[in-house]
């Protein structure tokens, strides 16, 4: 039993954490060691799974590994390949970071509470995400799953006094539960065609890539396996807990499970349709197209109307989830068709964009919990001109805002461009409604470029410029260095990442030849490491430095060339074309600055509006006051689980009519059933 | 490559020295058309030049972005400059970055002059912020769509390959060209803030867009958000010019081309003003909320473009 050099790093990162997890409680009568202590490990930890994935991405080859442990007939087996090596490098690198700004974050939060339960789930939530992606069955795989989601569970409701926090957890608990229940349902599938249903032989993952499924059966393993993932990622119509789990749970929390806990999803998607089942139908990607339209559509028109930052963040974490589905349907329609290098290209556009998504959506979740440590709120009605209070997380938010804006030459621009190539680069496809639908995905993908765009300058423009909005003075202050810390190297890496995409697709290379069978790395550098040349480069070509380059040399040439002479810059009061009196609620804030897109795609959301003179005795015109009630509700919510729950409460009521807790009743129902067994027996 | 890095100076300089004379161009005509007196051609360069010697006045609120702004939004646009192929299609840094990276190039620009809007803390600032990304975020999909169904017909998302393709390609009258520059027509007309959607010259408080982002700038910042915008409209009606009529562009390494280039281009600008003066003159200044109907009519003959290439091409 040997072990090579990343899996060995990576399960030696897990027992950290798993240990981690256990020391911790004798650690509590010490909150402030304890933080320390516990995120020190972590850090170092992740240091070391980072450094496994980055290892086994490069090497390209899998390595298993038996631990013989668990039930009979079942041990444990580990494995690690590219396509896991990628993912592991992600959660453990956005893993770091987040541990880096805990060492602040989490010791603001022990000043008012005992954070014990937060750092012992905290390191079985990383622990179990590891697992996920190091599983190399489907036995160990939902144990891993579950260790991910019970543990995220106690996180959400770390702040278990608040009725919003319990309630979110359980509805997260519900929804992950019945995706589990499908997953395990589809690997029931391929185990049963790799080895039969009698024994257990079939549920490694080793056995189901060797197993014949019919079509049919593998389309409905499939079916069942990407609801299951889909549950987990946020996809619409599943993405019912994710706007609410995540402005629950604690910010350093909600960084991780939107920034990496959601892209395990993506890679079991991954596993199963590629490695598992070697996608099949067309339709498959079709639908996985289709679904990440919507998702990325109504997610960013969800997200513009939040006013909670957090929940909007959430709805945005919906959006990119779909932008990465639109890529790996793209993917799986050219696998199916056979067009292995674009089918590696839609790939890579898929990946890129959750590296990228981890990365910045990391950083935006840990901004919001800066500001949330510094003005104790979450609503941005109540917020403005932090940029003169916090300058550096004003920066560093700022990269943020841009990346997942896709402005170059951020990361968030490379894997849209990359997309946008993937939908261009299509030959003529046969049939009729996927030429319909090809030019459908592009138009969508870039109205929800646009829109989220435009959501963050709301976001930055209400809460880190104009004037303070709250009623109470602003006390809001810059936060500690850890924090800045952790949020600056997210930030950097979304430059890096922006800057030389053409390195780590080549580093990404291994991944697309072990499940598509081609590759892009090669051609991507064809024209020097500064350009970005995916297929050739009289095709499309991109140098995100010499852009930036570029930009810069004219601002430096025009700042130089209007400073040669000394123009004073007098301060002066605002203009507003003389408008006197100006007051702070004057300001457009996020609900007038999202007003447009009411009026514009009303339609498709549930909103109520209204306004109530405050004085109902006087007339219309002479009121002083009037009251304005805004409400933007999710339809699907409303539409799909309300109904559900609404039928399961009307079920348990009526079921209760059998319970009248009197013995003689119970006896009664005893003694039925054992006639009516009689009877048929 | 010296000729080409030669090429590429000069397309930028000539772009940032012809780009006030178009504007001039187009206010004369207007003034001709409406009966007025005209200030001359040369009236652009006269404000660009006095806003230079001013001093700036910044309200005391501002922060570091209100004072970048305009520095980024310049930068951006003399680089958008140096990418679309205007009189030569050997151009360098139309390799760097391809039509999706200049469409993000302006958006570059706009975000950041979306944000210095609301930097201040004004009511109208933030009114013409969000003004400007609801129109920005309908147009500029259209605006891909409307460009990527050339994309498909060329074969290639890099501009000067573009233009490359079609003026060696023989001339074929293509369905989803023809929707692809309806609808170009329109995202340029959103985009550049002219009427129906915009009216650059409005200072009516409630009417303004673009105008209303830029309200409390003042002196050489003024001066280089007015330049830049006059480079804007230079640029789109260019890259109208170089995506559906191309013809007289001078091709790799063909210097002896460059003089038809400038004719061709000054003659096809002309015409150009003039639709742009015909159009202002004719209509009427459209409210804010029938845009985004008239923008989704651009975002869809676009995507009609595309789907006619893929369903008839």
Known sequence: MTMTAPLAAAFFAVIIFLIMAGVAPFLASRQASLVRIAFLFSAAASVMAVYAGIAAVSAGSAETLIIPIGLPDLPFYLRVDALSGFFVAVVALLGLFVSIYSFGYVSGLAEGRPVTSLVVFYCLFMAGMLLVLLSGDAYFFMISWELMAVSSYFLVCFEDESVEARRAAFIYLLVAHVGAVMILLAF??????????????????????????????????????????????????????????????????????????????????????????????????????????????????????????????????????????????????????????????????????????????????????????????????????????????????????????????????????????????????????????????????????????????????????GHWRGKQPCEAHEVGVSMRLGMGLAAVMCVGLGLFPTFVIGWMDPITKGLVGASIGSSAQAFGWMWLTPVASARASYSAPILFAGVMAVIAAAYYILHARSSAVRRADIWDCGFPKLTARMQYNSTSFAMPLRRIFGSLLLIRESVKPGDARRPLPFQERFTYHLRVMDRVWYSCYRPLSDAAFWVARHATRLQHGRIQIYLMYSFITLIVLLFFA | MIYSISIECLQIAFVLGAAPLFVGWVRMLKCWAHGRASAGLLQPYRDIYKLFYKDVTIARNASWIFRAAPYITFGACVLAGGIIPVISTDLPLSLSADVIALVAVFAIARFFTALAGMDAGTAFGGMGSSREMMVASLAEPAMLMSVFTISLVAGSTTLSQMVHVSLSSPLVLRPSLAFALLAFALVAIAETGRIPVDNPATHLELTMIHEAMVLEYSGRHLALIEWAGEMKLFLFASLGVALFFPWGMAGVYNPLMLPVAFVSLAAKLAAIGAAIVLVETRLAKMRIFHVPEFLGIAFILATLGMLSFFMLE
Not at chain 1, 246 to 254: G, N, Q, R
Not at chain 1, 335 to 362: I, P, T
Request: proline share 4%; glycine share 10%; aromatic share 12%.
């Open chain 1, 188 to 465: 029931g599938i391929l185990a049963g065609f790799a080895a039969g249903f009698e024994n257990f032989g079939g549920f490694t993952f080793q056995a189901m890539r060797g197993a014949h499924l019919p079509p049919m059966w593998a389309s409905i393993a499939f079916l069942l396996a990407f609801s299951g993932f889909a549950a987990k990622a946020g996809v619409i119509p599943l993405h019912v807990w994710l706007p609410e789990a995540h402005p629950a749970a604690p910010s350093s929390v909600s960084a991780l499970m939107s920034g990496v806990m959601l892209k395990t999803a993506i890679y079991g998607m991954i596993r199963v349709t590629f490695d598992l089942l070697h996608a099949g139908a067309w339709w498959w990607g079709g639908l996985v197209l289709c679904l990440g339209l919507v998702s990325a559509v109504m997610g960013i028109l969800y997200a513009l109307l939040q006013v909670d930052l957090k929940r909007l963040l959430a709805y945005s974490s919906v959006e990119n989830i779909g932008i990465i589905l639109i890529s790996l349907g793209l993917a799986m329609i050219f696998k199916s068709f056979s067009m292995n290098l674009l089918a590696a290209l839609a790939l890579v556009a898929a990946l890129y964009h959750c590296l990228n998504h981890a990365m910045f959506k990391g950083l935006l979740f840990m901004g919001a919990g800066a500001i949330l440590h510094s003005t104790h709120g979450k609503n941005m009605e109540g917020m403005g001109g932090l940029i003169h209070r916090m300058p550096q997380t004003a920066v560093i938010f700022l990269i943020g805002c841009l990346a997942i804006s896709a402005m170059p030459p951020l990361n968030g621009f490379v894997s849209e461009w990359l997309a946008f190539q993937a939908f261009l680069l299509s030959p003529v496809l046969p049939g009729q409604l996927l030429r319909l639908l090809f030019p459908l995905g592009a138009a969508l993908l870039a109205l929800t470029a646009a829109m989220s765009a435009r959501c963050f300058v709301k976001v930055y423009g209400v809460v880190f410029l």
